[in-house]
């Protein structure tokens, strides 16, 4: 089906079906054009099938006792040209295709209503998420997104990238706290690189102190990009150590 021209009222719906919990959730995004075009919004985010589940069961998997998630207001003015363009770029189907999840939209417009399932949905989750990580950020439940990487040669060079998403921004930062932009599509093609890969915490270090080339992917510990990730392609990994050292 053809492309959605725009909205007046946006919900989006997903749910992880066949995930076992503590991972099994369910959310409901409800965004509203106002009349000045600004974005409300309505996040209700559940995790649900937790009964059976010890408190040791939750925090073992990295969960907690409270990770529903509820919060309503207002979105940046960026978010409604993208949320636009999202809806007008996307093919759509009248009906679930019986994937393992479940995403659905339903588009209000000056026609009426409906409900559309997109075809690409995978993209559409992860759209569904940076909006997500937008609102955590809004409603202060996560601070920005901050990746951090360390050269030791003879000297030792560092940078961080930190990712706004509420602002749809990605600033890099030097040593010598000299800041510039990195285009926003750029800063995300970088983050799924980062993430494609599988970094170890058994091999986490506090501190880098050897040479070589280290990353902190947000969780707090330091990986060396030599053995503190999981075997694979290691051209891939030596295209990431110099993609990463490209922004010295």
Same mark, same amino acid.
């Not at 939750?58 to 907690?64: A, H, K, Q, R, T």
């Not at 636009?84 to 295709?97: E, G, P, R, V, Y």
């Not at 809004?138 to 060079?157: C, M, S």
């Given at each position: 089906?053809?492309? #959605?021209?725009?909205f007046n *009222?946006?919900? #989006? ?5 066949i ?7 369910r959310y409901?995004l409800a ?5 000045? @075009?600004? $974005?409300? !919004?309505?996040?209700?985010l559940?995790?649900?099938? =937790?009964?059976e589940l +010890? &408190?040791?069961? #939750?925090? !073992?998997e990295g969960?907690?006792?409270s990770?529903?998630? /509820? ?10 040209? !993208?949320i636009d363009?999202?809806? /007008?770029?996307s093919?759509? *189907? *009248?009906?679930?295709d019986?994937? &393992?999840s479940?995403?659905? %939209?339903r588009?209000?417009?000056s ?6 399932w997109?075809?690409d949905?995978k ?6 998420q940076?909006?997500i /990580?937008?609102?955590?950020? $809004?409603?202060?439940k996560e ?11 003879n000297?030792?060079r560092?940078y961080n990238i930190?990712?706004?998403f509420?602002? =749809?921004?990605v ?7 000299? /800041?510039?932009?990195?285009d926003?599509?750029e800063g995300? =093609? $970088? $983050?799924k690189?980062?993430?494609s890969f &599988?970094?170890?915490?058994?091999d986490? #270090?506090?501190k880098? *102190?050897?040479?070589g @080339?280290y990353i +902190?992917?947000g &969780?707090?510990?330091?990986?060396? %990009? ?7 392609d290691?051209?891939?990994l030596? =295209?990431l !150590?110099?993609?990463l050292?490209?922004?010295?």
């Amino acid at each position: 089906m053809s492309a #959605i021209s725009s909205f007046n *009222k946006l919900e #989006i719906h997903f749910d992880t079906k066949i995930l076992p919990p503590p991972f099994s959730h369910r959310y409901k995004l409800a965004i509203e054009k106002s009349g000045d @075009n600004n $974005l409300g !919004v309505d996040l209700n985010l559940e995790y649900y099938g =937790r009964e059976e589940l +010890s &408190d040791e069961d #939750i925090l !073992v998997e990295g969960f907690s006792e409270s990770d529903n998630y /509820q919060w309503k207001g207002k979105l940046p003015p960026i978010w409604t040209t !993208v949320i636009d363009n999202k809806l /007008q770029s996307s093919n759509w *189907k *009248k009906k679930a295709d019986g994937q &393992d999840s479940e995403l659905f %939209l339903r588009i209000g417009h000056s026609q009426g209503a409906e409900m559309m399932w997109p075809a690409d949905k995978k993209q559409w989750e992860t759209f569904a998420q940076e909006l997500i /990580q937008a609102i955590f950020e $809004l409603g202060k439940k996560e601070a920005p997104l901050k990746i951090e990487f360390l050269n030791i040669e003879n000297v030792q060079r560092f940078y961080n990238i930190e990712y706004k998403f509420a602002e =749809r921004a990605v600033l890099l930062e030097a040593a010598e706290k000299h /800041q510039k932009p990195m285009d926003w599509h750029e800063g995300q =093609r $970088l $983050l799924k690189y980062i993430f494609s890969f &599988d970094y170890l915490p058994e091999d986490a #270090i506090d501190k880098p *102190k050897k040479q070589g @080339n280290y990353i +902190s992917p947000g &969780d707090g510990l330091w990986y060396d %990009l030599s053995h503190s990730v999981q075997k694979g392609d290691s051209e891939k990994l030596e =295209r990431l !150590v110099e993609t990463l050292k490209g922004y010295l």
